[in-house]
T-cell receptor, first 114, second 114 residues
Framework: GAVVSQHPSWVICKSGTSVKIECRSL??????MFWYRQFPKQSLMLMAT?????????EQGVEKDKFLINHASLTLSTLTVTSAHPEDSSFYIC??????????FGPGTRLLVL | AQSVSQHNHHVILSEAASLELGCNYS??????LFWYVQYPGQHLQLLLK??????LVKGIKGFEAEFIKSKFSFNLRKPSVQWSDTAEYFC????????????FGKGTRLSVIA
């Protein structure tokens, strides 16, 4: 199946710093990518829909100024967690959808904010 | 809004036992249905999907699922589980139109004991 990568896979940062997470579709072009957040032992919660060349669509309750999403090309979307705080510690997962479904998921990025 | 219900939070089975995990969704329109598996420490992998046609779909590793439209259900089954099936299983749904995001159930943890 199609491959989606995320970088980094694991990041630890100090409170107040910003962290950028990259999501790449390696063998297909994705006009749409999705960003999810998964808390321990819970399901994936959609944070935002990232559209190439336009602004992301955020789910209710997700702060767009805190979670900046940029979809600069058909194979790359980035999520920047600005001024991270310990409550932002979580597992962030992206998915990308080729022209025909299904969506393919990246391996996830575990963020720990100290 | 769409929602997906997985009623079993944690299922414990012995090896060779049969498995059925429930999934119900709430959306009246045409939907795409998915089951994903997340093995410990790994990312989400697609087990199987239903878009249209035969409501009984077969996936990888001996899993199958049956779409029953009248019951808004898409239960996952496997006739004989193995220890290696120990994982978290997520049912997901999206509308069958455009680049719509997946809505996930809360997941069912399957523990298979020898």
């Amino acid at each position: 199946g199609a491959v989606v990568s995320q970088h980094p896979s694991w990041v630890i940062c100090k409170s107040g710093t910003s962290v950028k997470i990259e999501c790449r579709s390696l063998d297909f072009q994705a006009t749409t990518m999705f960003w999810y957040r998964q808390f321990p032992k819970q399901s994936l919660m959609l944070m935002a829909t990232s559209n190439e060349g336009s602004k992301a669509t955020y789910e209710q309750g997700v702060e767009k100024d805190k979670f900046l999403i940029n979809h600069a090309s058909l194979t790359l979307s980035t999520l920047t967690v600005t001024s991270a705080h310990p409550e932002d510690s979580s597992f962030y997962i992206c998915s990308a959808r080729p022209p025909t479904p299904p969506q393919y998921f990246g391996p996830g990025t575990r963020l720990l904010v100290l | 809004a769409q929602s997906v219900s997985q009623h079993n939070h944690h299922v414990i089975l012995s090896e060779a036992a049969s498995l059925e995990l429930g999934c119900n969704y709430s959306y009246g329109g045409t939907v795409n249905l998915f089951w994903y598996v997340q093995y410990p420490g790994q990312h989400l992998q697609l087990l199987l999907k239903y878009f249209s046609g035969d409501p009984l779909v077969k996936g990888i590793k001996g899993f199958e699922a049956e779409f029953i439209k009248s019951k808004f259900s898409f239960n996952l089954r496997k006739p004989s589980v193995q220890w290696s099936d120990t994982a978290e299983y997520f049912c997901a749904v999206n509308r069958n139109s455009g680049n719509t995001p997946l809505v996930f159930g809360k997941g069912t943890r399957l523990s298979v004991i020898a």
